[in-house]
T-cell receptor
Framework: QKEVEQNSGPLSVPEGAIASLNCTYS??????FFWYRQYSGKSPELIMS????GDKEDGRFTAQLNKASQYVSLLIRDSQPSDSATYLC??????????????FGRGTQLTVWP | SQTIHQWPATLVQPVGSPLSLECTVE??????LYWYRQAAGRGLQLLFY??????ISSEVPQNLSASRPQDRQFILSSKKLLLSDSGFYLC???????????FGQGTRLTVV
């Protein structure tokens, strides 16, 4: 079982729509969760961090965490063509011998068309 | 503010040649450091991570090794490169083991 799994893409939405990206993780003891955006040929850049159950909003982005279901999601409202990129979910186990191990999903490619 | 430097940006190396990639972080002390590899069209594979000098954990046994000779310096090495070592190598740092990581610009390695 993979540490972090993301819903298979690619995902294509029209400009102005809501894009929904999902992620599940295997270790119930995981402590911290992140979403990164990666443009083609570039390194990942951090979009959101979330550490506790519930929603966290930052501008057009909302991250949602449900530890009981081991599920993390990212909603992008009012999607723009500039949001077209690969979105990576990352999970940090954060305890014991696995402290510090940050695992990534394979990513979901999002295309926002005008 | 903190910055991370990774070089070189691109590298073409013959099979069997050695490798040394360097990463340094400025503006913080005792960072958590990571090396990742991203093969074409694939996700990020954690190779090594370090919570301090002399403390390096290897995630996947392979043809690579890592060292942390100074607090803010992380080096990825290989004695003999294989074709399968080609990929996008990324160094990252975090303030603590449980917080978000920030990436360098990456090194695109092609083994020929």
């Amino acid at each position: 079982q993979k540490e972090v799994e993301q819903n298979s893409g690619p995902l294509s939405v029209p400009e102005g729509a809501i894009a929904s990206l999902n992620c599940t993780y295997s270790d119930r003891g995981s402590q911290s969760f992140f979403w990164y955006r990666q443009y083609s040929g570039k390194s990942p850049e951090l979009i959101m961090s979330i550490y506790s159950n519930g929603d966290k909003e930052d501008g057009r982005f909302t991250a949602q965490l449900n530890k009981a279901s081991q599920y993390v999601s990212l909603l992008i409202r009012d999607s723009q063509p500039s949001d077209s990129a690969t979105y990576l979910c990352a999970v940090n186990k954060g305890r014991g011998s696995t402290l510090g191990r940050l695992y990534f999903g394979r990513g979901t490619q999002l295309t926002v068309w005008p | 503010s903190q910055t991370i430097h990774q070089w070189p940006a691109t590298l073409v190396q013959p099979v069997g040649s050695p490798l040394s990639l360097e990463c340094t972080v400025e503006g913080t002390s005792n960072p958590n450091l990571y090396w990742y590899r991203q093969a074409a069209g694939r996700g990020l594979q954690l190779l090594f991570y370090s919570v301090g000098i002399g403390q390096i954990s290897s995630e996947v046994p392979q043809n690579l090794s890592a060292s942390r000779p100074q607090d803010r310096q992380f080096i990825l090495s290989s004695k003999k490169l294989l074709l399968s070592d080609s990929g996008f190598y990324l160094c990252a740092w975090s303030i603590t083991p449980n917080t978000e990581a920030f990436f360098g610009q990456g090194t695109r390695l092609t083994v020929v």
